[in-house]
């Protein structure tokens, strides 16, 4: 609306109120703006204001953090794998060399052994049974693929076992031993009693000497007395 | 004092609306706050010297806006928009600093 030029006090006044009107809409506009710009930067945790260099770089730098744990990821992959194969290793051994004292235990006769096996009882009503004959009796036994044996219940027969005799008893690792004279075996039990009552062996020697030989066969047959060992003095093991 | 109430009706809007920015704008808005307040100082200091004009300063305003803001897409455009946009924000920090200590002296005689 045009101004009445003949009231120019009035006009300017006009003006200068209206000018003053878009002054404070500018100041309002301002005040508004970096109030808005105020609350992004406060809330800004989406990297939506970012500009595109600075989120690149952010980018950049997270591939690149990413690689680098990758590599460390792999790294420690491979570091398990290798414990985890040197532990299985190592319990390997460890069943391996458990297996094996098994074995020497009862081979050396320091544990107690059960297992099928024969019962031999051998009767000698008129003394004449030698060491020799017992031992030879023995010897068919091992040959028979006896593991573990003993006599009365108190001789482990082991590989230094020694047959002797004295004052006409036989005495075996210097204990003596008495008929009637109890042997116990463990292997197969019908491969052991075929060695004992085959034609010209034990049971033929010592019915033969006024004796007799029952073998029984058995499920179990328990080994029970043991034979303590002492370190070798004089020999030492040699590598290889 | 008409631009005095128009500051605070701004800033209460602004308080008040929790505004989102276009994502287009958002880059910017920054440069634009310091450059109106680059102008608003200027008027300040004119006010206080009594040369104060509402044209110059309404022109000053706007077009210290539209410098700025195309200054930034200008950057953009060519690769090397953090670069000037740390330079337009350098200038106007001067300005805004010579103004101030202009308005200063006005104000304290110091």
């Known amino acids: 609306m045009p101004e009445p030029p003949t009231s120019p006090p009035e006009g300017s006044t006009k003006r200068s109120l209206r000018s003053q009107l878009f002054v404070g809409l ?14 992004l930067t406060r809330d800004d945790t989406d990297y939506s204001g970012q500009r595109r260099e600075v989120l690149i770089e952010l980018l950049d730098s997270l591939s690149s953090a990413a690689e680098r744990t990758l590599v460390q990821v792999d790294e420690l992959e491979r570091t398990r794998d290798e414990l985890l194969s040197s532990s299985e290793r190592r319990q390997i051994a460890i069943d391996e060399a458990e297996s094996r004292l098994q074995v020497l235990e009862v081979l050396t006769g320091t544990v107690a052994a059960t297992g099928p096996g024969v019962t031999i009882t051998i009767t000698d009503p008129e003394d004449s049974v030698a060491a020799a004959s017992l031992l030879n009796g023995i010897e068919e036994l091992r040959d028979a693929g006896a593991e573990a044996i003993e006599i009365n219940d108190t001789v482990r027969v082991v590989a230094s076992t020694f047959f002797t005799e004295q004052d006409g008893e036989v005495r075996i690792d210097g204990v003596a031993v008495r008929p009637p004279y109890l042997i ?23 019915e033969r000497l ?11 047959v ?4 043991l034979h303590s060992i002492d370190a070798p003095e004089y020999s030492q093991p040699t590598e290889g | 004092m008409i631009a005095a ?7 209460l809007a602004g308080l008040l609306m929790e505004p989102s920015i276009p994502e287009a ?18 008027g300040l200091r004119a006010h206080l010297d009594g040369v104060f004009d509402d044209k110059v300063f309404v022109i000053s305003f706007v077009s210290n806006v539209l410098i700025a803001a195309t200054i930034v ?8 928009g953090g670069q000037l946009s740390t330079g337009v924000i350098v200038v106007l ?12 002296r006005h104000v304290f005689h110091a």
């Open chain 2, 25 to 42: 704008l958002a880059p910017y808005l920054p440069i634009a706050v310091v450059a109106a307040l680059d102008a608003v100082f200027g």
């Open chain 2, 73 to 80: 897409y200008l950057g953009d455009q060519l690769g090397v």
């Open chain 1, 184 to 206: 116990d075996a463990i292997g197969s039990s019908h491969t052991l009693s075929e060695a004992v009552i085959f034609p010209g062996g034990l049971a033929d020697e010592i």
């Open chain 1, 210 to 220: 006024g004796g007799t030989v029952s073998v029984e066969e058995a499920n179990l």
């Open chain 2, 5 to 11: 109430y128009g500051l605070a009706l701004g800033v």
């Open chain 1, 222 to 225: 328990e080994v029970g007395s």
């Open chain 1, 26 to 39: 500018l100041l309002a506009v301002l005040g508004f703006a970096a109030v808005a710009q105020m609350r």
């Open chain 2, 93 to 104: 920090g001067i300005r805004i600093f010579s103004n101030v200590a202009a308005i200063r």
